[in-house]
């Protein structure tokens, strides 16, 4: 019983945390997005969760970043509100490298909410007037320093994804439950064929059949998450392909259990499909990545994420969350194992 | 037991539609915080879907047993 | 596993095959008249549709193919077959009289549907090298489901459902390395590909070798 317990626990903490932990500060976007080197530029930034007009102790600073070595400082700044600062940038006379365009970043760096991140904000182009031999010395007269972090528990901003990267805590646990639910069938359709007792494929019928459901809802999730922020819901993407084909071959295992009037038959049958068509199931893995870009984070096929799409906040609730949902999953196939138990015994009475 | 659940489902895919209605995008304002409603419903909505249809199955079985107990007596 | 008793098997295979003239004109008829299809349906075939359609034909002539190599003999004439010889030996006959017959059928069907549709391969010998791990692998993976299928009353349909996700790694390698021998894509490593495909045919033969003996026994 503990396990439930477990669960149930796991899970409210995944849905506490996951929805009531604040997003860290991201610079929306910059307006106007181009410069000429030169000139001088009045770039209003547009913040997510910012606190541009709190006042604080220290004073809030902004730049515009190319590389390691060159980075340009605001001239002068001010909040307009929260969420949007204005700030004006002398730009130098010539680029780094004697490029032709860079693309900045944008920098802002603020007290109490840390330092947040726009790539390519700015778009810088050399005027074709007069170039200067030398780089400017604005490059190198405010080099991006003591940046702060955020105190506290945050999740990270990312562009187009904004709060619904709390679905990593909801619609990615689905496809573990799915996993472990349909290793599981395997495992006991392995045990069903060295040892037939009922028992065995019951369970093996009944993991297979919860491990669909949470399929499915993967599924739809993931179409409900893709369409707002992939822009559709299905972009034959590998892992909706992998899901796709694995919940084939289940509803394929169904088909054919059913097809036998002898239910042993049916059984030995649909044991035997199961482990032969799983273990062909995972060539897919290594083989699909090689042919489809997948728009998930941990691009090649990985089913884990990288350090980039993940950090440890988001680790502390995403771990449990997993957890919690897998044990949910074995909850409910538990149900179903006992209900076909039930129905076994009866139609054994009733002859 | 089953209507009310059509209605609720009904009413799951419907709502988005309608607060669609307008100018107001209703999933992609507020940080998309409502993409993880949805989210939420559809994976609670689909495990409560396959415990009603657990929950019936029982039902019949208790009939099955209820009615064996009538025979027998 | 008695090897002695495989060269009679397979003889077996052909000399069946040699009576029933009809199932087998009857599987060249259908790709005959598929690649017909093809012909009267689109004007210009492109490279890229050409290869799909190609694989497409294979596929779905192998499936009617390797389906009927369970339900021609009678129940009762295999158990006997399964009392005489070993059952695995049985199985792997019947692998390599698909495979064999399933790469004529594959060179058929690319005789006649280049001589329809244009003949866009630019590597040749890739091709014919993916010509045969492609019957070899569907070979493996559709003899063993039919085993399954032929258990059950509607077996060709059954035979389409349960063969389609387990294909499906094996479809999607041959499908990208027939595209580069198509020049379609340009990608030099494609031995890893191909060591992917003799990979998934191992891991298909060594299963079908364990799990074998948990289909014929009744």
Not at chain 1, 10 to 20: A, E, N, P, V
Not at chain 1, 185 to 197: D, E, G, Q, T
Not at chain 1, 255 to 277: H, M, T
Request: net charge positive.
């Amino acid at each position: 019983m503990w396990w439930k317990t477990l669960s149930v626990v796991l899970i409210l903490y995944s849905l506490c945390t996951g929805l009531l932990v604040p997003l860290k500060s991201g610079i929306e976007r910059a307006e106007p997005a181009y410069a000429r080197s030169g000139q001088d530029v009045n770039i209003r930034f547009y913040g997510y969760n910012t606190f541009f007009a709190k006042p604080s102790g220290e004073a809030v600073r902004v730049w515009l970043y190319a590389d390691e070595a060159h980075a340009l400082a605001a001239r002068q700044f001010r909040a307009i509100n929260d969420t949007i600062l204005e700030a004006v940038f002398s730009m130098p006379v010539n680029l780094p490298d004697g490029k032709q365009t860079v693309y900045l970043n944008a920098i802002i760096d603020h007290p109490a909410a840390g330092a947040s991140l726009l790539p390519s904000a700015v778009e810088l182009r050399q005027d074709t007037g007069t170039v200067a031999a030398a780089l400017d010395s604005a490059w190198t007269a405010h080099p991006v320093e003591n940046l702060h972090v955020q105190s506290g528990f945050s999740f990270p901003y990312q562009n187009v994804i904004y709060e619904s990267i709390r679905n990593t805590y909801f619609h990615v646990p689905m496809w573990f439950v799915l996993l472990f639910l349909f290793g599981a069938s395997v495992v006991y359709s392995v045990k069903y064929l060295r040892n037939p007792v009922p028992e065995n494929d019951r369970r093996a019928s009944a993991y297979a059949e919860t491990g669909l459901l949470f399929g499915v809802l993967g599924l739809l999730t993931g179409m409900v998450w893709a369409k707002y922020t992939w822009g559709q819901p299905w972009s034959n993407d590998i892992k909706q392909l992998m899901t796709a084909v694995a919940l084939l071959i289940y509803l394929a295992y169904f088909i054919l259990r059913r097809s036998f009037e002898e239910y042993e038959k049916g059984a030995r049958l649909a044991a035997v499909y199961n482990i032969f068509a799983f273990a062909s199931l995972v060539p897919l893995l290594y083989i699909v990545p090689r042919m489809f870009a997948s728009l998930h984070p941990g691009a090649t096929g990985n089913p884990a994420f990288g350090s980039q799409d993940l950090d440890n906040t988001m680790r502390a609730v995403f771990y449990p969350a997993i957890i919690g949902w897998t044990l949910l999953g074995f909850w409910v196939a538990h149900l179903r194992i006992r209900y076909q138990r039930l129905y076994d015994r009866v139609m054994d009475i009733e002859g | 037991m089953r209507k009310i659940f059509i209605i609720i489902l009904f009413l799951a895919i419907s709502l988005p539609a309608v607060w669609a209605e307008g100018n107001r995008d209703y999933m992609r304002e507020t940080g998309k915080i409502n993409v993880v409603v949805a989210v939420i419903l559809v994976i609670f909505l689909g495990i409560v879907w396959y415990l009603v249809r657990l929950e019936r199955k029982l039902t019949k079985l208790e009939h099955q047993i209820h009615d064996a107990h009538e025979r027998k007596n | 596993m008695n090897w002695k008793s495989l060269i009679p098997l397979l003889h077996k295979e052909f000399l069946l095959e040699f009576r029933q003239r009809y199932a087998i004109s009857g599987i060249v008829l259908y790709v005959f008249s598929m690649v017909f299809v093809v012909y009267i349906a689109s004007i210009r075939v492109t490279p890229p549709v050409w290869n799909v359609l190609f694989w497409l034909i294979v596929l779905f002539a192998s499936i009617n193919a390797v389906v009927k190599s369970f339900v021609q003999e009678s129940g009762a004439r295999q158990l006997y077959y399964y009392q005489l010889a070993d059952p695995v030996a049985l199985l792997l006959a019947k692998i390599i009289y698909n495979a064999l017959l399933l790469f004529v059928l594959s060179a058929l069907a690319f005789a006649a549907y280049s001589l329809v549709a244009g003949n866009p391969v630019k590597d040749p010998a890739l091709f014919a090298l993916v010509l045969v791990l492609g019957s070899l692998g569907f070979s493996i993976a559709f003899t063993f489901i039919a085993s399954i299928a032929a258990k059950a009353n509607n077996s060709a349909t059954l035979m389409a459902i349960l063969s389609f996700p387990v294909i499906l790694p094996i479809l999607l390698t041959l499908v990208r390395l027939s595209s580069i021998a198509l020049r379609l894509i340009q990608d030099t490593s494609y031995t890893r590909d191909i060591l992917n495909l003799l990979a998934i045919d191992a891991i298909l033969i060594t299963l079908t070798f364990v799990l074998f003996p948990y289909i014929w026994k009744d």
